[in-house]
């Protein structure tokens, strides 16, 4: 498991969320949005945890040495083609922010919806910290990884939750639970997959724009992937 002392929460990101589209902001907005930020980073606990498996691709699935995990679904079958290790990996910002948006929901419902796109900035900057950690480290070794792929995504199906959790034993790691609907608790928490793959292998990132659901994504960047 690993703490995350000081994260970066960007604003063009938080405006992002806030649907924002290059409008001018007004003073007190503007204001608003700036100590919704430095609120959210006093109220988050980043942590995470992640291990490396081998694995293989069979007709049913990608298995996950080691573990009861199989990865269903043609799409992530195809993202892990090359990939001989795979990472999994399960992070969370706390439920402290997320009980202080419940209680902004009661008395300022602008300052509620701040604060979640600040939160949901959050946990997307600990992933990126953990995928560039886990590219420099193959970096090392000469190889590369592919961009990381969530339970969702594609036809990977979100029920596979419970078995990551279940893997990672991140319930006791770093708190995280999985409702009967297969949603994470703290809700601002993520699970994803990261193929170690040979250099040559190395495809261009992935953009908003090749997503099955880029024509009805509100979120969707221009040559970036979403991240989670």
Known sequence: ??????????????????GYKQQELNESMNELINKSIE?????????????????????????IDRTNL???GEDIKNHLLYAEKTFIIAATIGNKIEQKIKLYETI?????LILDACATTAIEEVLDQIEEKIRLDARKEGLAITFRYSPGYGDLPLDIQKNIINTLKADKAIGLTVSSHHLLFPRKSVTAIIGVIPKEKEEKQ????????????SFRREGTNCGA
Request: net charge positive; charged share 30%; aromatic share 10%.
């Open 206 to 217: 992935r953009g908003c724009e090749v997503c099955k659901n880029y024509n009805n994504c």
């Open 39 to 63: 609120e959210c980073k006093d109220l988050i606990a980043p942590k995470y945890v992640y291990a490396q498996y081998k694995n293989h691709n069979e007709k049913d699935g990608v298995h």
């Open 70 to 72: 199989i990865l269903n």
């Open 1 to 18: 498991m690993y703490n995350i002392k000081q994260l970066k929460i960007p604003k063009d990101e938080v405006l992002r969320y806030l």
């Open 108 to 112: 300022n419902l602008t300052k509620a």
